[in-house]
C-alpha cells in the first residue's frame, strides 16, 4: 500500500539522517576506528540486520557522498557470512554502474581486518568463492585488489594471517 511505501521511505530518510550525523560527530573518516565513539554508529554496527535494507537504499542513494557511504558500508560488518555476502554482491553491482566508489566497495567487500575477517576466513564457503570470481572478473575491480584475492584469499594465505594476527592479539 502507499502507507507502507511511506513508512519504507522514511525509514530510509531516517537512516540517511542518522548517517549524516555520525559523519557530522567524527568528522575525518582518516581513522575509521573513530566511528566506535559514535554512540548511532555503535547501535547501527551491533545490530546491521535491523538496518540492512535502509543501508542498501543509501548505498545506492545518488544523494550521499562517498565518506557517508563508507560509515554505511562499514556499520553492516557484522552481517552474518551470507548476509555479507550478499551485500557484497550488491555493491560489487553498484561499483559496476557507477553508483558506489571504489573506496565505498572496498570498505563494504574487503575492509581492514579490524573491522572484519569473514570473507577471509570463509574463502572456501561456495558463495564466498563465487563473489570473489565475480570481483576477479570485474573490469571495475583494480589489478591490485584481483592480486590480493587471487594470491592471498584464494590460496588460504590470508586466513592464515589473520589467525596469526588474532593468537597475537593484533586482531580480535
Known amino acids: 500500500t502507499d502507507a507502507d511505501f511511506q513508512r519504507e521511505l522514511d525509514w530510509v530518510d531516517d537512516f540517511v539522517a542518522r548517517i549524516r550525523h ?3 560527530a567524527v ?3 582518516t581513522w575509521t576506528g573513530g ?10 554496527h551491533a545490530d546491521p540486520v535491523t538496518y540492512r535494507e535502509a543501508a542498501v537504499a543509501a548505498l545506492e542513494a545518488p544523494t550521499l557522498g562517498e565518506e557517508e557511504k563508507v560509515i554505511v558500508a562499514l556499520s553492516m560488518q557484522k552481517l552474518a557470512l551470507p548476509e555479507l555476502v550478499r551485500l557484497s554482491e550488491h555493491v560489487l553491482d553498484l561499483l559496476e554502474t557507477g553508483r558506489v566508489s571504489e ?33 576477479l572478473a570485474s573490469p571495475h575491480v583494480n589489478d591490485g585488489r584481483k592480486q590480493i584475492v587471487r594470491d592471498e584469499i584464494l590460496t588460504g594465505n590470508a586466513q592464515k594471517d589473520v589467525v596469526e594476527m588474532r593468537e597475537a592479539g593484533e586482531i580480535r
Do not use: M, S
Open 27 to 29: 568528522g575525518d573518516l
Open 103 to 135: 573506496t565505498v566497495f572496498n570498505h563494504a567487500v574487503f575492509p581492514t581486518y579490524d573491522w572484519n575477517t569473514a570473507l577471509v576466513e570463509g574463502f572456501a564457503d561456495p558463495a564466498v568463492q563465487r563473489l570473489l570470481q565475480r570481483v
Open 22 to 24: 555520525i559523519k557530522a
Open 35 to 44: 566511528l566506535l565513539r559514535v554512540p548511532e554508529f555503535r547501535e547501527v
